[in-house]
């Protein structure tokens, strides 16, 4: 019963398979090979961007921050919101990739910047001041770090404020397909047709054993990404690995099929949750992540139970008052079965007894 993470789960069997025929024999390194070929003509034609770079890399954060400090120069801020991951879960990796780019941190209810706050935020910074942070890029998360999701006509909202000061826009897609199955929409769709300039495309969330891609819609920035990639320690020599993953993620609508399986296993929860009179869900639940407060009681034996989930906020104490709500974090992976969704909602079931 681990809802820890969708970090936590196990790779999908095509993307073990897929690493198993890429270990065969020999081929070219660092992104020469013909995987990666194959690889960025399926991301092409699944962002319908025929000119799309792509770069690969092992984690979300190189994603994130590489990504980043292309579109950021040292001496410009990066507009993001207060709780985004390149702001509280990234160790300083966007300003560090990024030579010292500053972050803009923007308030907003479950985890979603408001467009108001965004404009504010924008013109707030001054221009033309050498004793000011330039404006730079706008970065947005989809799914969010609330578990909420950006609609496609609310990215657009904030795609266009920052084209009217002439600002790029970065989507930050560790959970993208999650956010894909969710909305029902397509990858260009949420990306480029809605104003997004480039995207971390995640597959290690949601069944891959370590592979994010970095798209750039506009192929002029392509070099400069694969020099600071290099530049950064994150160009693989046995690049293969991360190209035979990314290639089966993205072949058969697989990618999707996980991501679907995981909202689901969610949806069944957030489910079962509701019918608790002592849960509160604190966000609606609108991809594979939960955030509801519990009485501490339940908690604990639930724990005590072997379940593994997360305690956030800064009572995380299970020794104390029963009654006293602790609030969690529970995710579903594309493995996540309702046999373990039910598994849990008895254990807080009988605790509530």
Not at 275 to 282: G, H, K, S, T, Y
Not at 295 to 305: D, E, F, I, N, V
């Amino acid at each position: 019963m681990n809802f820890v993470s969708d970090n936590t789960g196990p790779a999908a069997p095509e993307i073990m398979a897929a690493m198993i025929a890429a270990n065969d024999g020999y081929t070219m390194p660092y992104g020469n090979d013909p995987v990666m070929d194959r690889t960025t003509q399926k991301l092409r034609t699944l962002f319908e961007a025929p000119d799309a770079s792509v770069h690969l890399v092992p984690t979300g954060t190189a994603a994130n921050a590489l990504a980043l400090s292309v579109m950021a120069k040292p001496w410009q801020t990066i507009f993001c919101h207060r709780e985004s991951h390149v702001a509280i879960d990234e160790c300083g990796a966007p300003e560090f990739y990024s030579g010292g780019a500053k972050l803009s941190l923007i308030d907003g209810e479950d985890g979603r910047i408001p467009p108001e706050a965004l404009t504010e935020a924008i013109t707030g910074t001054a221009q033309g001041d050498v004793h000011s942070v330039q404006r730079g890029p706008v970065t947005l998360t989809n799914v969010t770090e609330a578990g909420t999701l950006y609609a496609i006509d609310q990215i657009k909202a904030l795609t266009e404020i920052a084209k009217a000061h002439d600002l790029p826009v970065h989507l930050d897609g560790a959970r993208f397909s999650n956010a894909c199955a969710a909305l029902g929409c397509t990858p260009a769709e949420m990306t480029w047709k809605a104003g997004v300039d480039a995207v971390s495309f995640g597959g290690t969330k949601n069944g891959c054993l370590g592979v994010e891609a970095v798209i750039f819609f506009d192929p002029a920035q392509a070099w400069e990404c694969e020099i600071r990639r290099k530049r950064g320690g994150h160009l693989f020599s046995k690049h293969r690995y991360l190209s035979a993953q990314m290639e089966a993620y993205v072949t058969d609508g697989l990618w999707l099929r996980l991501a679907g399986a995981a909202n689901a296993a969610c949806a069944d929860l957030a489910r079962g949750l509701r019918a608790l009179p002592e849960a509160r869900l604190v966000h609606e639940p609108e991809g594979n992540m939960i955030f509801v407060a519990l009485p501490r009681a339940l908690h604990r034996q639930a724990k005590a139970a072997g379940a593994l989930y997360t305690l956030i906020g800064a009572d995380k104490a299970l020794d104390g008052p029963d009654e006293t709500p602790l609030l969690c974090r529970l995710v579903c992976d594309w493995s996540c079965t309702s046999e373990r969704v039910e598994q849990l909602l008895d254990l807080f079931r009988q605790g509530a007894q």
